[in-house]
């Protein structure tokens, strides 16, 4: 089950992506760090509203957020649609003791519905340049990958932004 997630649970939260970060980091993908994704960031998807959680036996064990504003890192890049009304995927985690069970194929096939019933024009996220296992994942899903953008506090490498057209 996915549903909205609640102030309780934003240790759980945090605790999954702390796992997933670990995770990475022993398959040299740095992705994530003590830096991000941060408590403030997820209290602030809380607040608006965007961050949802899976549930797989009432525990938390995955999570995502769809969130409607676009970041500024985000400007530069050409996208496929204009700015109008779109959806950005941030802060997708599943615990690696779940993970491989396709919960991740789970949170964006709720995003990509929620997006295509709430009429957004596209749905946009950012993944790592060196997670080659999240390109597959995105691009399978027919995912346009276009720019580059630099997060510094994360990663001296890049990361892809994708761009998935809908409603079109």
Not at 25 to 49: C, H, M, R, V
Not at 50 to 76: P, T
Not at 108 to 116: H, Y
Not at 117 to 132: E, Q
């Amino acid at each position: 089950m996915i549903r909205h997630a609640k102030p309780s649970e934003i240790e759980k939260i945090i605790t999954i992506t702390q796992a997933c970060a670990a995770h990475m980091q022993t398959q040299g993908i740095f992705q994530w760090n003590e830096e991000y994704p941060s408590l403030e960031a997820f209290q602030k998807d809380l607040d608006q509203k965007e961050l949802y959680v899976l549930l797989e036996k009432n525990e938390v064990i995955g999570c995502i957020c769809i969130a409607s504003e676009k970041d500024s890192e985000y400007n530069d890049v050409q996208w496929l649609t204009q700015d109008t009304y779109q959806y950005y995927i941030h802060r997708l985690a599943v615990h690696p003791s779940h993970q491989g069970r396709g919960h991740a194929q789970q949170l964006m096939d709720f995003a990509e519905t929620k997006a295509k019933v709430d009429h957004v024009a596209s749905v946009r996220l950012d993944t790592f340049s060196l997670n080659k296992r999240n390109q597959r994942f995105y691009e399978q899903r027919g995912y346009t990958r276009l720019g580059s953008i630099y997060f510094p506090k994360q990663s001296d490498a890049p990361f892809y932004c994708y761009e998935l057209v809908l409603n079109g």
